[in-house]
């Protein structure tokens, strides 16, 4: 893994520079974690590329969050300012005019953003979509591949910061209500929508991205009981066989699952329901 660094002012370049030995370390702890609990292989990471927060907003990227992946090139992109990424989160919060009391709530969580958190929770997420199950999978499993990257760092996670990895978690939730009347009735279904303008929106994309969090771990750790191996090796078989236009693929991806676990139907239907999978 090769370092790489982008900045649009010189004197960022050295705040960067200073980063790159705790980041190194983490990422090579987290991939040997991550090929132990999943199985499969994390793909070479060629260039990791350490950006100041205009180089990876304005120059770089469009994404409303200075962090992504080129998987086919191996290179994963990060801004480590954690100050940066606080401030999006609570410009979220505050875009919803929620009342006081609740908004205060919510911004507090993000005060624990700091470069360790963003490790775990982002680091980990951007270094899971190099897993190999993801060259596999079909177009159209776009939510289950970005719920699964979130999943499978905060499953480590929750081994020594249990308590954490449940905030997280509810939180998210809890802006998915308090976005309903702004994104409305934006749901799962409408998750591809993240390649059209929409996903310039913020609350929109946290909104996806919260859902497809929480989605992915509701149905690893409460309908399929927590054996994640089995559930990606049970999604690498379905989506070969799997033939319909990436818009529906999903929807039958979802069956399937169901109905080679064996798993009750009106567990099925709340589940659909409640994530607004079709
Ligand atoms: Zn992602």
Same mark, same amino acid.
């Given at each position: 893994m090769k370092f790489a660094y982008a900045f649009t002012e010189k004197k960022n370049l050295h705040k960067l520079e200073q980063k790159k030995g705790q980041i190194e370390v983490?990422? $090579?702890e987290l991939v040997g974690k991550i090929e132990k609990l999943t199985s499969y292989k994390v793909r070479p990471i060629?260039?990791?590329?350490?950006?100041?927060?205009?180089?990876?907003?304005?120059?770089h990227s469009h994404y409303p969050v200075p962090a992504w992946t080129t998987p086919e090139r191996g290179v994963i992109n990060f801004c480590p300012e954690e100050k940066r990424w606080q401030n999006i989160m609570k410009t979220n919060v505050k875009q919803l005019n929620l009342p006081e009391s609740a908004e205060r709530n919510l911004l507090k969580h993000y005060d624990q953003w700091n470069l360790d958190f963003l490790l775990d929770d982002v680091v980990g997420h951007e270094l899971c979509h190099l897993l190999e199950i993801f060259e596999n999978l079909p177009d159209g499993m776009d939510w289950f591949e970005e719920g699964l990257c979130f999943y499978l760092p905060r499953r480590i996670l929750s081994e020594t910061k249990k308590e954490l990895v $449940?905030?997280?978690y509810q939180q998210e939730m809890k802006l998915v209500s308090y976005s309903?009347?702004?994104v409305k009735g934006h749901f799962l279904k409408d998750f591809s929508a993240?390649?059209?303008?929409?996903?310039?929106?913020?609350?929109i994309f946290l909104n996806d991205y919260h859902l497809a969090a929480n989605a992915t771990k509701e149905l690893v750790d409460e309908i399929v009981g927590g054996d994640v191996r089995e559930?990606?090796?049970?999604?690498?078989?379905v989506s070969s066989e799997i033939e319909e236009p990436p818009?529906?693929?999903m929807k039958t991806f979802i069956q399937k699952l169901f109905e080679r676990f064996n798993l009750d139907q009106e567990k099925f239907r709340s589940f659909v329901r409640k994530f607004r999978i079709f």
């Open positions: 983490f990422v $090579k060629e260039y990791f590329v350490l950006h100041d927060f205009a180089s990876a907003t304005k120059v $449940k905030e997280i309903q009347r702004w993240y390649r059209t303008k929409l996903h310039n929106n913020l609350i559930v990606m090796q049970a999604a690498e078989q818009e529906q693929v």
